[in-house]
Structures are given as C-alpha cells and as structure tokens.
C-alpha cells in the first residue's frame, strides 16, 4: 500500500475541498498500519536491554534461528548467558560504542550444532570463557571486530567445523582458545591480546585441513605460551597446511611447544621470535674406510659409508646417505655435494661422481678427477632440482680406468634454501 497523503483543507473556510476529520482519521491508521508492517522484521530485532531478547530460563537465552540480534546500548547481563540457534548473529554497533558485562562463570556465547557470529562487540566477562563451540557436523563460527576482557577465550570443539576469528583482541587471564575434534578451517587474525597464564591458541590432539594465524600481536607472561600442539605435524590432515605468518610475540613466554619450525606441514614466516621455516637437510661422512664396490668400469655406485644425520628442515635423512624431501609443495632448491674419493690401489685413476635424484643418475651432474690410492681427489658437484613430496637425493661414484673399488674416505651432502 503506498502513502496516503492527507489533503490539507482549504484557506477558504467553506470550499469543502480538503479532507474530513473522518478521511483524516482512517489515512493517519492506513499509513500507521503500514509503517510498523514495515518495521517489525522477522530476522532482525534491536536490543536496548536486556528484556529485548528471549525471555532467560534457568539463566539462559536462547537466541531464534536466522535472526540478527542488533545491540544498541551497554547491557549488563549479569549471569544470564547466551545460546544460539542455527544462524543466530549477536552484533553490536561498534566495539568501540556497545559492551556487555557478564559474571557468570559458565561460557557466555554456546554454540551446539550450529552456525553462528559474533561481531561489533566490547565483551568484559572476567570468570568464564567467552565461547563454547561443540559441533558433529560442518558448522562454522565467526567472530569479526570483538574485544574482550576474559577468563579464556574457550574451547572449540568440531567435526568438519570452520572457526575465524577476525580483529579480535583483548585479554585472556587463565588461557586461551582450546580445540578438539576435527576442523576443515581455522583462521586466526587477531590484533593486540594479552594472555595471564596458560596456553594462547592450544591445537592438543585437533586435526585441521588448514591453519592461518596471521598478524598476532601477543604479550605474554613467563610460562605462558604462544602455540601449543602436536609433535611432527600430526595437527594436520593429510594435504593440509598450517601457516603463522607477521606475529610479533611480547615478553617472556615460550613461543610453541612440540610444534617447530622444522615441522613438515607448518610454515613460518616473518614472525619476530620464531625462526622461519625452510626446506633443507645435511649429511655428513668423515674418516670413511669402508670401499664403494666397482662392479665394471664406467658404472655409476652409489657411495658406501656410514653418514652422520645434520640439521633438517623439511627433509628427512638416512645414514645410508639419502636426503628425502617431505613438504607437500613443489620446491626448486639448490645441491652442493662434495666428496674426496680414491682407488683402494693404484694410481692415476679416472674417476666421476655424479647426483642422482629418486636413483636415477643425473647425466649432467657429472663431474670428474684423477686419484691414486692415499692421495683422493675433491670434486665438488653444484646442482639444484624442482622437489615434490618423498624424493630424495644420493651420490654415486665411478671409476672410468678399471674395476678397481673406490674409497670415499669424506663427504657432505647438502641441499639448503
């Protein structure tokens, strides 16, 4: 129905072309009728205080699916906490405008089975957790523009969930954020916290198909730390990857514990206090007497000895002499490979070494010298190569005069990024 306009009457006392009192009347409840159709919205209710929301039962609101619950005012809720529905969003104004105020001791925000938001907020519940998220299925949870002043964050708990966490700061004074369970996505963008005690972000035994924790500004106390989870990557689901990039970590907590930066399917970077992540790997053999078997001249063996294991990153190691690259992403690395080899008898031996990738021998690489027995040449081989997932890099030795064994009595293989 559109407006109704009421006709004014007339500056002349009895031309009777303007509405009756009556005409008046029924156009004022036409256009009063139509006004508040228009404003009572079934998916967004505005919340002043607290007796705008559903009506609390043993302490408990619980929010109606698929409405947007719109605060407009600070709200002192006291004990009374907040359940959501599925697709339930509790916004504020601004996190610089509207607060809450919550002193109960059970999670402020519950979510169980649901999807859910939480945004535009300044949250001050100092004896509880701010969230409790449990889900058996592909739900997500958002929290976008939230300050809070908490006991922890909480703990999410998922199955195929996604939890993000966006401009999100404050300060935490017995933990942070726990999870369990299984989760396709967290992503983790917080700006300026600070955490009392316990753990900040603590993966546990959580599986994730990705992490992103991005931006991180945290000061925290001795005993504290920053991430916390498994060992080896085992946080994460095979073709996953988890990555903390630009964190800058204030005061005397420990910046992760049983996660490293070695850690095949975690990469850091430009963080201040952790080391960045790299592909690389070094083996080392000195004092070698043990001989490379000659089968026939102008064969290509791959070099005997027992190898020393160096630092790692990505890449795996064998004293047998194998270097193995374990990231999930093709990576293009540079090889230097060095090694003093000798006949076991006689003098002026032709000799080569080659790199081999995957035990292939790579024709290129080959590099050559001359030796007698006690007097080894150096070769040097400079290389690099594009790895993906599991393959590995040998050297092998050739003898280019006779059968005669070769001892590699030194060596060192390396491929660094």
């Not at 005993?223 to 060992?231: E, K």
Request: glycine share 8%; proline share 4%; hydrophobic share 40%.
């Amino acid at each position: 129905m559109a407006q109704q306009i009421l006709n004014p009457l007339s500056t002349a006392p009895n031309d009777k072309l303007g509405d009756t009192p009556n005409a008046y009347t029924v156009k004022i409840n036409d256009n009063f009728t139509q006004l508040f159709a228009v404003a009572t919205l079934t998916r967004r209710v505005v919340v002043n205080t607290i007796v705008d929301l559903p009506t609390a039962v043993s302490g408990v609101i619980t929010l109606a699916a698929n409405t947007l619950y719109l605060q407009a005012d600070d709200i002192d809720f006291s004990t009374t906490r907040l359940v959501f529905g599925d697709n339930s969003v509790y916004s504020g104004l601004d996190s610089l405008v509207v607060s809450i105020s919550y002193v109960g001791t059970l999670p402020f925000f519950s979510l169980v089975n649901v999807n859910g938001s939480v945004k535009n907020l300044r949250i001050a519940n100092p004896n509880s957790p701010l969230f409790s998220f449990s889900d058996s299925g592909s739900h997500v949870l958002r929290v976008v523009d939230v300050s809070y002043a908490s006991s922890s964050i909480g703990t999410l708990g998922g199955t195929d969930s996604g939890v993000r966490f966006t401009n999100f700061s404050g300060t935490a004074t017995s933990t942070g954020v726990d999870f369990t369970g299984n989760f396709r996505v967290f992503l983790f963008e917080p700006t300026l916290s600070t955490l009392s005690a316990g753990k900040f972000i603590d993966l546990g035994t959580a599986t994730f198909d990705s992490i992103s924790i991005n931006e991180t500004n945290l000061n925290y106390v001795s005993g504290s730390v920053f991430l916390s989870g498994a060992a080896g990557s085992a946080n994460i689901n095979a073709g996953g990857l988890a990555s903390v990039t630009m964190s800058r970590l204030k005061g005397l907590g420990t910046p992760l514990e049983n996660i490293t930066s070695d850690d095949t399917l975690f990469a850091f970077s430009q963080n201040n206090v952790i080391r960045n992540s790299s592909s690389d790997g070094l083996l080392s053999m000195q004092g070698n007497s043990t001989a490379t078997t000659i089968a026939a001249s102008g064969t290509p063996v791959l070099i005997a000895g027992n190898w020393v294991v160096g630092s790692l990153g990505q890449f795996s190691g064998s004293t047998s002499g194998r270097l193995t690259y374990l990231g999930v992403k093709p990576v293009r690395l540079p090889i230097t490979c060095s090694v003093s080899v000798a006949p076991t008898v006689s003098t002026g031996i032709a000799i080569a070494a080659y790199i081999a990738i995957n035990g292939s021998i790579i024709t290129a690489s080959k590099r050559e010298g001359t030796a007698s027995a006690g007097g080894p040449d150096s070769i040097t081989l400079p290389w690099q190569n594009i790895f993906n997932k599991d393959d590995y890099i040998e050297v092998f030795v050739e003898n280019n005069t006779n059968a005669t064994d070769l001892l590699v009595s030194s060596a060192i293989i390396r491929v660094n990024q």
